[in-house]
């Protein structure tokens, strides 16, 4: 579903005045802060933010799943939906494949509609946390982990083999996040499956092209719950440095566990030189995959601080931003119009820190001024600011309020059906 941009100005129409003199009065009492609102406003419409394939549909747990109704049958809707999305709100110009659950068969025309919408694709990732149908040997036991060889062969073929899809799309990086480990003591011997981990990511890494990256992802627990073969970052940095410049790792946000610093692995792995992406999403326990910010606001905030000192540190950084959330009860593309928001948010109070101010107050000991300093940041409400930015480019002041009002999973139900059930998990 196309969206025209006369209805986007139509609805933009209806609360310009109100948003208006929000932005007014927000961009006077910058100025007199000193932020300079255009800078701002170009950083906001520069960062986009990729929307995975497999989150476009509703999600499920072991327990069940509940679709929602008109949700995408194929990639081509898929790329339609990340589509829609970036028209009201300018910010999600990439999709990321996951495969073999979105295999292009037909790369170049796959190209061509994702570029009819203006977007652009992110990195692929593969999967060997499945078995697929017809497959040869299994994953129950691991994958590149694995005791058998022979396993471990067929999870570098199809690693490959995603790299080789992602080229023809246009992307330049793979991401692998492995389900590998055990689930009980004793089960697996911990070095030797870090040695054959370590050995089947380095064929992967030999395979890419002279451009292309590869992000490895870690995950504390789940589906194993005893260890994990890429359990923090820790491990995740172990693998990346023995790969090579190339290799980096990914931060997802789910997984860590409680109470975790997420800010500081950020910062020492941009010290490090070895971060390469970002999974957005917002936990209470685990790896709940809920919506970015709907909890922890203040730690995004804190992360993104981080971020930004990297990026200004080195202005030739560049890191892959994604979404990877899974919606159970909310509608997902309303899910993901939110978690949008919320990054970029986090990202625009980020840039309002005083990081003078804040080297100062840190080498004076000042914990209290260091504290105020973050929190006149993450307390300014900048929502205005990026509802300019979104207007300047064309798309919608208010993505979620338009997305409702031209009824618009009720036009996808029409199209697609109630019945419909995305691949993914
Ligand atoms: C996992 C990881 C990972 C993976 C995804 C599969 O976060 O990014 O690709 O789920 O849906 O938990
Ligand atoms: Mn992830
Ligand atoms: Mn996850």
Known sequence: MQLPKEQIAAHNQTSLARHQAQYRFLADSL???GHQPEQLLAKLQAFQVALPSW??????????RFPGGGEPRNLEEKIADVGLLHALNHSSGAISLHIPWDIPQDAA??????????LVFDAVNSNTFQDQ???PLSYKFGSLSHTDAGVRR????????VIRHGVALGSKATTVWLSDGSCFPGQQ???RAFERTLAGLAEIYEALPPDWRMYVEYKPFEPNFYSMVVQDWGASLLYVSKLGPKAFSLVDLG??????????????LLMEGKLGGFHFNDSKYGDDDLTAGAL?????????????????????????????????VKDPLEDLLQSVEAIKLAYAQALLVDAAALHQAQEANDVALAQELLQRAFRTDLRPLLAEARLRAGAALAPLALFRDLGMRAQLVRERGSRTVATGL
Request: no cysteine; proline share 5%; charged share 15%.
């Open 31 to 33: 100025t007199a802060d």
């Open 133 to 135: 149908p017809g497959q």
């Open 189 to 191: 011997h911990f070095r």
């Open 154 to 161: 067929q999870a570098v073929a199809h690693n490959v083999e």
């Open 55 to 64: 989150a476009l549909g509703t999600g499920g747990t072991r327990f069940g």
């Open 109 to 118: 025309a796959i190209r061509t509609l994702a570029a009819s919408y203006g």
């Open 255 to 268: 997984h860590h566990l409680p109470n975790a610093n997420i800010e500081q692995i950020v910062a020492l």
């Open 296 to 328: 922890k606001p203040y730690q995004l905030f804190l992360i993104f601080k981080e971020l930004v000192e990297g990026m200004e540190r080195n202005p030739q950084l560049s890191l892959s931003w994604m979404i990877d959330a899974s919606h159970n």
